[in-house]
């Protein structure tokens, strides 16, 4: 166990360079593991316990997965013969819940462990399972396991409720080797989603519409291996930018696609933060004291639910009252932590209301989920004095070298050991 600890007050100041996609990259891992002649190389593969996980689970189905340098993942699906896939590993990740896809794809059967609930509120995967009986599966739920077997999968008209990012990345990847066509209405437009609709045409399937609402699966006999390069992550470079914000800092991204960020850097600028694009390149200045502003999280474009904790963290020294409201998720437990740090923050149901603050003191905090580290950090970089932010394990699954980023822009921050 270990945590990090921050001391607050430095304004961050250089340049950063963004990693892949983690939301794209464990897609894109399980689907590469659906090609039965030769394997993919994914490039620009995030480093992060999440990524391992993944890994771990096609491992123990019986594909091959393995870095050969530090950010280029081999993915070989042909020896996939195993259709469970063990609590142990699954738990870990909600993500993991794509493996049934692929295994009803490719071996006609699957065996995955339910999800549980995690910090940010029940999850559950009834779409994903409505998608796949849907398409011709005989479908069991028991011992928290879903059981689903089909000769092969038939393809179908499914309305995907709430423009599920998981429930349209789950049946793109189970479609892709389906008998016929399959349509995906009210589907989810994330890049992740068209991130991955590339790759897997990519690779020989015939996916049409990915980023609309509309996706066209056209089910083919094979699939085949090939080279590719995961898109930057836009919720890491957010964050980024929230970093620079509250710190009254300057930071240069580099490695960014702003047009999969272009409405969280219209909310920034609302909020102060001059953001000048330069190519693949955002250049981020921030002013003394971020003004309030208001923002509700959508499937995108709109404001992205994964940037709503670093938001409201920023928020929490900005000059007047702010209302954010999270229509995706429940995720507002972090807040206790930032309230301990002196933020003045009210929720009720799924909005926050933030009466900024001239300052907030540093704390010991408990991170409760991926972007509440995040969120707690960028209060932590902006504190008077000293933060240990616990839990710091949880960061490690989607922040590549969060800490050494950080560092390298100015910030006084290191990972302590704790027994
Ligand atoms: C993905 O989660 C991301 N995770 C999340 O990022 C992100 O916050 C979310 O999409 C945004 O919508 C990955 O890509 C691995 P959803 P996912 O299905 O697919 C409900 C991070 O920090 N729902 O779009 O789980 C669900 O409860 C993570 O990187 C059902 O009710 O999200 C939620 O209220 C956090 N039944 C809404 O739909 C289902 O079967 C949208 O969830 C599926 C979803």
Request: hydrophobic residues 45%; negative net charge.
């Amino acid at each position: 166990m270990s945590r990090l600890v921050i001391e607050g007050g430095r304004p961050l100041k250089g340049e950063v360079e963004i990693s892949g996609a983690k939301n794209s990259a464990l897609a894109i891992i399980v689907a590469a593991a659906l090609a039965t002649e030769g394997k993919s190389i994914l490039e620009n593969v995030p480093r992060g316990s999440d990524i391992t996980t993944i890994c771990e689970i096609l491992k123990e189905l019986g594909a091959e997965a393995y870095f050969d340098d530090e950010h280029k993942l081999h993915i070989d699906g042909r020896g996939l013969n195993q259709s469970r896939a063990s609590y142990d590993l699954v738990r870990r990740m909600r993500a993991s819940f794509y493996a049934a896809g692929l295994l009803l794809a490719r071996l006609g059967k699957a065996e995955v462990p339910l999800p549980g609930g995690c910090a940010i509120g029940s999850r559950p995967v009834d779409f994903h399972i409505k998608g796949f009986a849907q398409m011709g599966a005989d479908v069991v739920i028991e011992h928290g396991f879903m059981k689903a077997e089909a000769d092969r999968l038939r393809g179908t008209q499914f309305y995907v409720n709430r423009a599920s990012v998981g429930t349209t990345i789950n049946l793109m990847i189970a479609a892709s080797l389906a008998e016929g066509t399959t349509i995906l209405e009210n589907a989810a437009k994330e890049p992740e989603v068209v991130d991955l609709a590339i790759f897997l045409n990519g690779m020989g399937a015939k996916v049409r519409g990915a980023g609309t609402e509309v996706i066209r699966i056209e089910g083919v006999e094979s699939l085949r291996g090939i080279e590719y390069s995961i898109i930057p992550d836009r919720i890491e470079a957010g964050t980024f930018m929230l970093a620079a914000a509250i710190t009254g800092g300057e930071v240069r991204l580099k490695g960014v696609v702003a047009e999969h960020i272009r409405v969280p850097i219209v909310k920034f600028e609302e909020a102060g933060l001059e953001i000048v694009r330069d190519n693949n390149e955002l250049l981020v200045k921030a002013p003394p004291r971020l003004r309030a502003t208001d923002v509700e999280t959508m499937p995108y474009p709109g404001f992205p639910t994964d940037l709503q904790q670093p938001f409201v963290a920023a928020l929490s020294t900005a000059d007047g009252t702010s209302v954010v409201r999270d229509t995706i998720f429940d995720r507002f437990r972090y807040v206790d932590e930032l309230r301990r740090m002196g933020a003045d923050i009210k929720t009720e149901r799924n909005t926050a209301i933030i009466r900024g603050v001239r300052q907030l003191t540093g704390a010991p905090v408990e991170i409760t989920d991926l972007r509440a580290g995040a969120a707690l950090a960028i209060a932590a970089l902006a504190a008077e004095g000293q933060t240990d932010l616990y839990g710091v394990e949880i960061l490690d699954r989607g922040y590549e070298f969060f800490e050494d980023k950080l560092r390298s822009l100015g910030a006084n921050i290191r990972r302590e050991k704790i027994d």
